[in-house]
């Protein structure tokens, strides 16, 4: 027990702090240019320090709601409301075809070659993927879209999605 190591929270670096500065100023619906952040820090936000934008983003979004958008090769955009819901229907087709994929490697594993516990994970998963699949079908969403018209919980939801199987 003596023997743990204490996990520590980073600290922000400099370079963080500076575009987060710059960002947080930026109104909705602007876009500061990559060249000008390059310019900030004096290392390229495109390429080899992509990853202190990135922070930026995320602890600006974590902390102070400001969510931003990448442009190509012209920099990040501040989204306004209906462009962050964009940003979730974009993520839902992602998972929807990550999904399909996973389902599709798992289904084709020969299961009389695995041991119990390892085809009853396989099994657990093709089924978890398949629930992934029904509920991101574009008329299941269309539906839930329906009978959601305020914050739902959960376990409402689960029902609601249970009434399109």
């Known amino acids: 027990m003596g023997d743990e190591v204490k996990k520590t929270i ?6 963080t702090r500076v575009l987060m500065d710059r960002l947080l100023k930026t109104n909705v ?5 990559y060249a000008e952040l390059t310019g900030l ?4 936000v495109q390429d080899g320090a992509r990853y202190v934008l990135d922070a930026a983003m995320r602890k600006l979004e974590r902390d102070s ?3 931003f958008g990448c442009i190509k090769d012209v920099g990040v955009k501040r989204l306004s409301s209906v462009e962050v819901v964009g940003t979730g229907e974009r993520s839902l087709q992602r998972i929807r075809r990550t999904s399909k994929r996973a389902a599709f490697r798992q289904s084709i594993v020969p299961l009389d070659t695995l041991d119990d ?16 699949l ?9 539906k839930l879209e329906a009978v959601c018209n305020a914050q739902m919980p959960t376990a409402k939801m689960l029902d609601e999605i249970s009434k399109t199987l």
């Open 29 to 33: 619906g602007d876009v500061v240019e």
């Open 41 to 44: 820090i004096g290392r390229d």
């Open 134 to 142: 029904h509920m991101t079908r574009p008329k299941v969403v269309q």
């Open 10 to 15: 980073p600290a922000l670096s400099v370079d």
């Open 65 to 67: 709601h400001a969510v």
């Open 117 to 132: 516990g390892t085809k009853t994970k396989s099994l657990t998963l093709s089924a978890m993927f398949g629930v992934l």
